[in-house]
């Protein structure tokens, strides 16, 4: 989930099953939530998006859910296969700012 | 065909010298920024311009100056380099504040 600590968490899943990755916001206010996928030596790349008046969205192979009481975020990714490997963050909004979180490496064993 | 890009993609320069990375987006975005992400991948705002003007100057250092000549480009210039400066470069675009931002490939600066 989303981390400022000294190290990145890892989730390691089996190639076929699917993928949680969890993240926290601070700011009760933020009403825009967006997860992107970082591969090495890329930038990030939009996955999904979704606005604090929905609460699921689903986009292809990837759903993120988010719950505004405890103020968290996750995107669950279907069928997970190695393309899917790289780093995930989520970001929210302050105002027409984005703030990211720390992020989590995704690992996919074949 | 790329959507944004920068330039260089790596740069490597001693303490104390003056760079700049370029960057160039051909989505017709009106909004373009500047993130730093430093060597535990954390990925920070420093600058955000609207249609070639600032809105978003997250305390960066007064040494680091962007430059937007026209909505299209946004530069970033940095002066008297310090080792502290190492760190990838990211340049973004988006079509407005609350909407998809579009990433570069980044700029890896190494300061020896």
């Known amino acids: 989930g989303e981390s400022v600590g000294l190290h990145l968490p890892t989730l390691s899943v089996q190639e076929g099953d699917n993928s949680i990755i969890n993240c926290a916001y601070s700011n009760s206010a933020s009403d825009y939530f967006i997860w992107y996928k970082q591969e090495s030596g890329k930038g990030p790349q939009f996955i999904i998006d979704?606005?604090?008046?929905?609460d699921k969205r689903q986009g292809q192979r990837v759903t993120v859910l988010l719950n505004k009481t405890v103020k968290h975020l996750s995107l669950q990714i279907a069928a997970t296969q190695p393309g899917d490997s790289a780093v995930y963050f989520c970001a929210s909004n302050a105002g027409n700012m984005l703030t990211f979180g720390g992020g989590t490496r995704l690992m996919v064993k074949p | 065909d790329t959507a944004v890009s920068q330039t260089p993609k790596y740069l490597v320069t001693q303490m104390g010298n003056d760079k700049s990375i370029k960057c160039e987006q051909n989505?017709?975005?009106?909004?373009m920024y500047w993130y730093k992400q430093d060597s535990k991948k954390f990925l920070k705002i420093m600058f955000s311009?609207?249609?070639?003007?600032?809105?978003i100057n997250e305390t960066v250092p007064n040494r680091f100056s962007p430059k937007s000549p026209d909505k299209a480009h946004l530069n970033l210039h940095i002066n008297s380099l310090e080792l502290g400066d190492s760190a990838v470069y990211f340049c973004?675009?988006?079509?407005?504040?609350?909407?998809?931002?579009?990433f570069g490939d980044g700029t890896r600066l190494s300061i020896l």
């Open positions: 989505l017709g975005h009106d909004t």
């Open positions: 979704i606005r604090s008046n929905m």
């Open positions: 973004a675009s988006s079509q407005g504040a609350l909407q998809p931002q579009h």
């Open positions: 311009y609207n249609n070639k003007e600032l809105i």
